[in-house]
């Protein structure tokens, strides 16, 4: 996953160059070269791939109340951890 997008194509003399998106027949990521699927050939034998773009916004969010969840009962456990070493019992939870 990335968050955005290198867009490449074959320059003339073999190099790859960045190009905007409707001129490109491939992506650059992480230094890579990767064939776009449905493009023209690049000419040479890279690895195809397709790009579909997605909303991880749902997926931030339902990790970080899963953080916050954890923290939650993490303080919890201190809490109750720290009442037994005093000597402190909690009787609403003995029922």
Request: hydrophobic share 30%.
């Given at each position: 996953m990335t968050?955005?997008?290198?867009?490449?194509?074959?320059?003339?003399?073999?190099c790859y160059i960045l190009c905007p998106e409707p001129d490109a027949s491939g992506i650059s990521y992480a230094g890579t070269p990767y064939h776009l699927l449905d493009?023209?050939?690049?000419?040479?034998?890279?690895?195809?791939?397709?790009?579909?773009?997605?909303?991880?916004?749902?997926?931030?969010?339902?990790?970080?109340?899963?953080?916050?969840d954890a923290d939650a009962l993490n303080v919890d456990q201190a809490y109750r951890l720290t009442l037994l070493e005093l000597g402190i019992t909690d009787d609403t939870d003995a029922s």
């Open positions: 968050e955005d997008v290198t867009y490449i194509k074959k320059a003339d003399n073999g493009r023209d050939p690049m000419g040479d034998d890279l690895e195809s791939v397709m790009l579909e773009q997605t909303d991880i916004g749902s997926w931030v969010t339902e990790t970080q109340t899963a953080i916050e």
